[in-house]
């Protein structure tokens, strides 16, 4: 189970930024697509337990290039807009589909088919039921991926998983619980490589072996997956 983080928003120069103080080593800088194209971006900071404030301030401004480049590349995109009225791109295992919006009368549905993205939905239907829709149909390819995955991953390194839950979830892209031997999964990976699916599953399922960070723990990850840094650098940097 991961631990509860305090957090609290800090103005560093021209941004604000949402800071997370965990028990973490050293900081960490996330920066998150907005969530609809009125929105900004978010930019997220996790930090060791007691950091001075004025110390992270320094460490997002010395990452303002790093900062803009990838406003740039949110604000030149608009599927990374969560918002279906967007008509914008949006992504599904990595490739990216153009929304086609049609509204007629029967049950809402999703498909997805040659680069397009078909959502038919009722006439009048709210901004927030178009997005329930597409949270449900993000779920549910993750679920039939990852009820494939995870099996064959548990054989291989030899675990037993009594559940996986899927849940869209703000931070972490996965958590285990080790006692109970279950796994939840963030919904959001539906819209990312396959590569990083497996990487999370992966990830999971190890503490199921080894609870902590520890050395055993990267051994695993190295033994069964040896470019798992490589996928988590470009999972963090929003290039798959």
């Known amino acids: 189970m991961i631990p509860m983080a305090i957090t609290e928003l800090l103005q560093a120069g021209n941004y604000q930024i949402e800071v997370e103080y965990r028990q973490v080593k050293t900081l960490r800088m996330t920066i998150y697509p907005p969530k609809a194209a009125a929105q900004g971006e978010r930019i997220h900071v996790s930090a060791p337990l007691h950091t001075p404030r004025q110390f992270i301030q320094n460490f997002v401004a010395s990452k303002t290039a790093w900062i803009e480049k990838h406003r740039a590349r949110f604000r030149g995109n608009p599927g990374y807009a969560a918002a279906p009225e967007d008509r914008g791109i949006f992504y599904?295992?990595?490739?990216?589909?153009r929304l086609e919006l049609a509204e007629r009368q029967g049950r809402p549905r999703i498909g997805a088919a040659e680069g397009r993205l078909l959502m038919s939905v009722r006439p009048g239907d709210s901004l927030a039921a178009r997005q329930k829709l597409l949270d449900k149909w993000y779920r549910r390819q993750l679920k039939e991926e990852a009820s494939r995955l995870v099996p064959l991953w548990a054989a291989r390194i030899g675990v037993s998983v009594q559940r996986i839950y899927y849940r869209k979830m703000k931070s972490h892209w996965g958590s285990c619980n080790y006692t109970k031997q279950t796994i939840r999964l963030n919904t959001e990976l539906a819209k990312r490589s396959p590569r990083c699916l497996e990487y999370v599953i992966l990830h999971e399922l190890i503490h199921i072996l080894e609870p902590s960070?520890?050395?055993n723990f990267y051994r695993?990850?190295?033994?069964?997956?040896?470019e798992w840094k490589l996928i988590r650098t470009q999972m963090n940097r929003g290039e798959i």
């Not at 695993?220 to 040896?226: A, T």
């Open 220 to 226: 695993l990850m190295d033994k069964y997956l040896p």
């Open 213 to 215: 960070h520890n050395r």
């Open 92 to 97: 599904v295992w990595g490739l990216p589909h």
